[in-house]
Structures are given as structure tokens and as C-alpha cells.
């Protein structure tokens, strides 16, 4: 009699237990913790193994959850950003820009200047790596957990322009407005139409003291009027955008034509013919 009660009372714990199981595994589906959910058996079996406290497994489970919500997120703003290319700032070769502050390179990846909507302006020749550090900066922000896009400033002018004539003008640049760091890539590159500059303006003085602009130009300031065709509209752009920024300078030779050459020496070594001696 008392062993029946035994199986009796086991087959009903077995029981209990797996209604409860079910009934975590409602809950979370309720609560569309999904990834908790997928883990749940695993973390229960590696918490009867290692005797983890009830806190302690509430905890491993949950942190399932956090890590694939934060993974979605990441995602989300990887794609919102659009970077071109994977650049980072740890994979940028300083030793090809000598003149280049490391510190202040180091400094700008912590994104620290986005909390004081700081702007950064980066200056100099093609292929002197103005774009690679713009997209490590970029990179870097949504990482972070910044809200970032990048474009470029003749894709921008041309997408303001089709607004204007589709009138979503308003719409667009509350789109413009909204990311934490705006990357303007290539101003000067291309000539710009003449409703260029007033976009361009507009953008700027919409997120003026508000959020950061990270920009790249070939053209030195002096110049802006001639790119953007617009002396008095350059100068009032540049009035907001250096009143509190961080202007970098960069120098050297284009590190496309670096390679081209290393390339030319390393095929011209390999096809040179062999000296016998005579």
C-alpha cells in the first residue's frame, strides 16, 4: 500500500512539474520572450546540474533574452544606417596619416561628442582615408546604440530635390533630423545643383546644437561658397557647423595610389627575369 502511494505521489510530482514547465513556457510565449523561451529547457537542465539558486536561474534565462533583443536591435540600426562598407576605426592605418591625432581618434570612438552634439569635420585630398574614418565613426555610434545614416552629400541634395517636387519636403527633413549622428560623405566631389546649397543649409540648421554631423570634404572652407555655388549660404553652414565641432586635417598620398604602386613593384619582382651568372 505505502510503495503505491510512493509511485502514486512520484507520477503526480513528475506531473505537476511538467504542467508548470508548460505553463513557463505559455508565459513566456505570451510575453513573446522567444528566445527565453527556445533556451528555457537548457537552462533549467544546466540549473539542476550545477545546483543554481532560483535568482541565479532567473537571471541566465532572462540575459538569453536581453542578448537576442539587443542582437535584433543592433541589426535594425546596422540597417538603418546604410554604411558602405565595413571600415572600422581600430582597422584604419595611422601609419599612413602621421599627422593624425590617435588620442583624438580614440576619444571620437567613444562617441562621447555625441552628447554634446558636437560635429566632426574631416578635411583633405582623396583617398587620404576621410571616408574610412567617417564610417569607423559611424560604425562605432551604432554599436553604441546611436541612431546613425550615412549618405553622401550629392545623394542627399537629390533626395531633398526630389521632395520638393513630390512634396514631402517636410517629411524629408524630419527624416534628415532624426539620427543622433548624420555622416554627409563626399561634399565637393560632385557639382551640386543649385537648390543644393538651401537643402544642405537646411539640414544643418535643423540639427544645429540638437545632434552631430560627421562630414567629409576635399575642399577647404574657403571654398564652400564655390562648391555650393552660394557665398552667404556657405557662410551661415559653416557659422553652425564649426561653432562646436572637431576639424581634422588629413594629408599624405591617396592610399589607392599606395597600393597601385605596391602592386606594380610586387608584379614587376615577380615576372623580373632570373641573373645566371656567367
Known sequence: MTTTSNRTSSAGSRGSAASLYQQLRGHLAVLKLDAAAAALPSVLETATAEKWTMTATLEHLLKVEVDA?????LAGRM???????????ADFDFDAAPGLDQALIRELGTC????????????????????HLAVGLAH???????????????????RCHKAAIEGRWSTTMRFFAGPTLLVIDELGYLPLPAEAASALFQVVAQRYLK??????TNRSVSEWGEVLGDTT?????L??????SVVLKLDGDSYR??????????????????????
Open 140 to 158: 562605432a555610434a551604432v554599436h553604441a546604440g546611436y541612431r546613425t545614416y550615412v549618405t553622401t552629400a550629392a545623394d542627399l541634395a537629390a
Open 79 to 89: 540597417r538603418f544606417a546604410c554604411l558602405p562598407t565595413g571600415a572600422t576605426l
Open 233 to 237: 549660404v556657405a557662410a551661415a553652414m
Open 239 to 244: 557659422d553652425r557647423l564649426l561653432h562646436r
Open 211 to 216: 545632434t552631430s554631423i560627421v562630414i567629409t
Open 257 to 278: 595610389l599606395r597600393d597601385h604602386h605596391a602592386r606594380n613593384e610586387t608584379h614587376r619582382t615577380a615576372i623580373a627575369p632570373s641573373r645566371r651568372p656567367l
Open 112 to 131: 562621447a561628442y555625441l552628447e554634446s552634439a558636437t560635429n566632426v569635420m574631416l578635411v583633405g585630398p582623396p583617398g587620404t582615408g576621410k571616408t
Open 69 to 73: 533583443t539587443e542582437a535584433r536591435r
